[in-house]
C-alpha cells in the first residue's frame, strides 16, 4: 500500500486508454462527475497558461486553482490543452448543477461534497493516480450554501498530501461577488487570469479552423481574419475572444457549405446583418452620402456638407477607435431640419430609423435626473448598441448630465445599474440646441438663400460658435462640451421657398397614401401650398419653420381629407380647394379669409 501522507508514484500507462471510474466502487463520483473530454478544435497561443495551470498542480501543498476569465475567453480550452499535456492524472468534470439536483436542497450540498471528496480520495490512493476536479461556474456552489463552501476548504488546505487537485473556473465578476470576499477561501486558491487571446493569436485559431473545415484555399490572405477580429471587437465589446471570432467564422462557413458563396468581406457584412443587427461601413455607399443628405433635407448645403464630410472617416474605417463614431451638433431654429437629418443618419447608417435613439434633454434639467439619464442611456444602448443618439435642447440639460455625456464622449463607455460596461464606440452621437437664436434671426432677415450653401451663412459661423460659448453663463453649455464634438453643423432658417418644397413633397406624399390606402383619387388646388405658407405663416423665424407648416398641413389638410373619407366612403375622386382671397394675392387685405375646402370631384 502507498504512504498514507502521499498517493504512489503512478503505474505507467497506455495515454490512449483513458482511465474510468467504477460506479460501483465510487458511486458519488462516478454520477457526479464526467471525463474532461479533450478539445473540439487545436488549442492555440496558450503555452504560458497551460504551463502556469501543470505548476499549479505539481505543488506539493496549495495544488489548487482559481482559473479567471471572460466568458469565452477559452478557460474550458486551457484546461483541455493541459489534460493532454499531463496523462498521468485523471481529469473529471464535476456539473455544479447535477450535484445541487442530487443534494436535494443547500442544507445536503455539504455532505455531498463531503462523500465526493472521501471517494475522490479514496480513488486516488486505491487507483495510484492523481485526480484534477474541474468545477466550471465554480461560484454557483459559493451561492448555494455556506456550508458547501465551508466543507470544500479542509479539503483544499490538504489537496497536495491527499492527491486531489482542483480547478475551479468562473469569471471576474462573479469571482468578485461570490469568492473573492471569503478570504480563507481564496487563500487555499491559486489565482490564474485568462486574457482574451491577442489579434495574432486569434487569427491563427482561425486559421487552424479554416484547415480543418477545408476552406483555407478560400483565404488568400489572413486579411478576412483581420477583419473578422476587428468587426467583433468594435461590434461586440461585451463578449470576448477568441469566442465571438469563432462563431462569426463558423457562421460564414455554413453559409458557404450550404450556398456555395465566397468567404469575403461581402458575406461578413451579411453575418453581421443577421447576427447583430449591424451594418458595418463598408456597407454605406460613401460616395454618395452627401446626396442621400441632402435628399432628405432641404437648403442645408453647408450642414449636410460637413455631416458628409466626418461621416468619410466611419465609412473609410479612420476615425478613431477609442471614442463614439461621431460626434456632432446641429444648431439652428426649430423646425429647420436637425431631427430629420438625425433620423436621415440612423436610415443611411444601419438600414432603420428604428435605430435613432431619442432623448428629450429637457427632461433631464434637474441635478437630481442625472442617475434616471445615466439608467435611461444605458439601458437603451445595451439594447440597440449601433445607433445614432439624439440628445435633443442639449443646452437644456441639467450640468451633471452635461458630465456624464462627456464621459460617454470621451471614453465610449459608461457603467450601467448592473455595474455592466456599455460600449458607445457603436454610436453616432447628436445633439442639437437652439442656443444662439439671435443670430439665427439676424440670418433670416439679412442672410438666408434657398441652398445653406455657406456662401453667406458660412460668415456667420464665427458667431453661432461665439454665442453658443456665451451660453455658459448659465454653465448649460461648458466649453469642455464643445471641445469634444467632432462637427459643430449650422442649420439656416428656412426660406419660404424651401417651406413650400417640403410641404409639396408631404402632400404628394398624401395623396399617395390616400390612394394607397383608401382606393380614392385625390386632386389639390395649387393654391393650397400658398395658403399654407404665405397667408398662415409667421414670420419669426424662431416660430417652428418647416415644422409649424407640416403641423398646419396636418391640421388643416390631412384632418379634412379624413373626414371627409370617414363620411362618403363610397367616393373614388375628391379634391382640396383654396376658398376666398389670399393675402398673397391681395396686397390690400389686412386678414385673409381664405379657407381650405374638400369635395367630391365629378
Partial sequence: MPSPSRPAAPPERDAGTPRTVCAQSYPLLAALADPLPGPARAVVGREHETRQLLAALSRPELSNVLLLGDPGSGKTAVVQATMLADPQRLYLELDPARMIAAAGDSSRMAATLKGLFEEAERFCRTEACEVVLVIDEFHQIMQLSAAATEAIKPVLAASGSRGIRLIAATTYDEAHQHIIPNQPLTERLQRINLHPPDQPTTLAILRAMADRYGVADQLVDDHLLRQIYEYTQRYQPASAQPRKSILVLDAMVGWHRLTGRSLDRALLADVLQESLNVTVAFRVDGA?????????????????????????????????????????????????????????????????????????????????????????????????????????????????????????????????????????????????????????????????????????????????????????????????????????????????????????????????????????????????????????????????????????????????????????????????????????????????????????HR
Fill in 288 to 600: 454618395r452620402i452627401k446626396e442621400q443628405l441632402d435628399e432628405a433635407v432641404f437648403s442645408q448645403d453647408l450642414a449636410t456638407t460637413a455631416v458628409a464630410r466626418r461621416l468619410q472617416l466611419s465609412v473609410a474605417d479612420l476615425h478613431d477607435k477609442s471614442r463614439p463614431m461621431a460626434s456632432l451638433l446641429f444648431t439652428g431654429s426649430s423646425g429647420v431640419g436637425k431631427t430629420e437629418l438625425a433620423t436621415t443618419l440612423a436610415r443611411l447608417l444601419f438600414g432603420d430609423p428604428r435605430h435613432l435613439i431619442r432623448l428629450d434633454m429637457t427632461e433631464y434639467a434637474q441635478d437630481a435626473s442625472v442617475e434616471v439619464f445615466r439608467s435611461e442611456l444605458t439601458r437603451r444602448v445595451w439594447d440597440r448598441s449601433h445607433a445614432v443618439l439624439l440628445f435633443d435642447e442639449i443646452e437644456k440639460a441639467s450640468p451633471m448630465v452635461t458630465r456624464v455625456l462627456l464621459q460617454v464622449l470621451d471614453d465610449g463607455r459608461l457603467s450601467d445599474d448592473n455595474r455592466r460596461e456599455v460600449s458607445f464606440l457603436n454610436t453616432y452621437i447628436v445633439m442639437t440646441t437652439n442656443a444662439g437664436s439671435e443670430v439665427y434671426r439676424t440670418i433670416a432677415q439679412y442672410a438666408a438663400d434657398d441652398t445653406g450653401s455657406g456662401a453667406r451663412l458660412a460668415d456667420y459661423t464665427r458667431l453661432i460658435r461665439r454665442s453658443l460659448s456665451d451660453t455658459v453663463a448659465g454653465n448649460r453649455f461648458p466649453p469642455e462640451l464643445l471641445g469634444r464634438i467632432d462637427v459643430i453643423a449650422p442649420f439656416q432658417p428656412l426660406s419660404r421657398e424651401t417651406q413650400k418644397r417640403i410641404v409639396h413633397r408631404k402632400l404628394r406624399a398624401l395623396v399617395r397614401e390616400v390612394l394607397v390606402k383608401h382606393n380614392v383619387r385625390l386632386e389639390v388646388d395649387e393654391r393650397v401650398l400658398q395658403y399654407l405658407i404665405e397667408d398662415k405663416a409667421d414670420t419669426d423665424s424662431d416660430a417652428g419653420g418647416a415644422r409649424a407648416a407640416v403641423a398646419r398641413l396636418t391640421e388643416e389638410v390631412t384632418t379634412a381629407v379624413a373626414a371627409f373619407l370617414n363620411e362618403r366612403p363610397a367616393e373614388r375622386r375628391i379634391r382640396i380647394d383654396v376658398v376666398g382671397d389670399l393675402v398673397s394675392d391681395h396686397k390690400t387685405l389686412l386678414k385673409s379669409d381664405a379657407h381650405l375646402e374638400v369635395s367630391a
